[in-house]
């Protein structure tokens, strides 16, 4: 396992702005695609943004396309997750997530997430 470390949430007015970061340690961490997902309360798990082991490709869920981006800085091991024009729909616990290789997929069971993430709240 990848030791992640994900910050940057907090509480913003609709449409706001909020930029996440997700640390990571180890040596491998450019071997692997990442993803971002996020979980709203009694709600499951859902994938938000992923993007491959070299950043040159990314997917977006559609309910975030053109608002979020998803980047990646492999020497400081580092991902992140610009979101803009922040809707209250978008309030969840947001998590980072390596996929099992470096190819990037929208599949959720082909990433494997254990960190507390960050908590995003969007008010009205």
């Known amino acids: 396992q990848v030791p992640l470390v994900e910050s940057g949430g907090g509480l913003v007015q609709a449409g706001g702005s909020l930029r996440l970061s997700c640390a990571a340690s180890g040596r491998t961490f450019s071997n692997y695609a990442m993803g971002w997902f996020r979980q709203a309360p009694g709600k499951e798990r859902e994938f938000v943004a992923g993007?491959?082991?070299?950043?040159?490709?990314?997917r977006y869920a559609d309910s975030v396309k053109g608002r979020f981006t998803i980047s990646r800085d492999n020497a400081a091991k580092t991902v992140y997750l610009q979101m803009n024009s922040l809707k209250p729909e978008d309030t969840a616990v947001y998590s980072c997530?390596?996929?099992?290789?470096?190819?990037?997929?929208?599949?959720?069971?082909?990433?494997?997430?254990w960190g507390q993430g960050t908590q995003v709240t969007v008010s009205s």
């Open positions: 993007i491959n082991w070299s950043g040159r490709t990314t």
């Open positions: 997530c390596p996929a099992r290789g470096g190819v990037v997929t929208t599949t959720a069971a082909l990433y494997d997430c």
